[in-house]
Nanobody, 112 residues
């Protein structure tokens, strides 16, 4: 079973940027679509961005133009987050839906 590990979260001021990474224990992202989700302090989990194995991307309306998902290779994907605001505060998760795998999450906190 592939394992996913997220990193790159932290505390940042509003307007700042962070780059999250998701590393798979074996080559995964060149064959499978993946998604970034986030769970807000209120408990809501929402889809942030998706990256298909073909390279096609999609984004939630709330992050379009600010977030960008990319793939380094079959093992590593990134979520570049710019112009962060307090509503982006959440735990961010990496997911491969076809393999039913989630990472442990990384906390992003945006201070105003």
């Amino acid at each position: 079973q592939v394992q996913l590990v997220e990193s790159g979260g932290g505390l940042v001021q509003a307007g700042g940027s962070l780059r999250l990474s998701c590393v798979a224990s074996r080559s995964t992202f060149n064959l499978n679509s993946m998604a970034w989700y986030r769970q807000t302090p209120g408990g809501r989990r929402e889809l942030v961005a998706g990256l298909a194995a073909t390279g096609l991307t999609n984004y939630a309306d709330s992050v379009k133009g600010r977030f960008s998902v990319s793939r380094d290779n079959g093992n590593t994907v990134h979520l570049q987050m710019n112009s962060l605001n307090s509503e982006d505060t959440a735990v961010y998760y990496c997911n491969v839906p076809t393999l039913h795998v989630w990472g442990q999450g990384t906390q992003v906190t945006v201070s105003s």
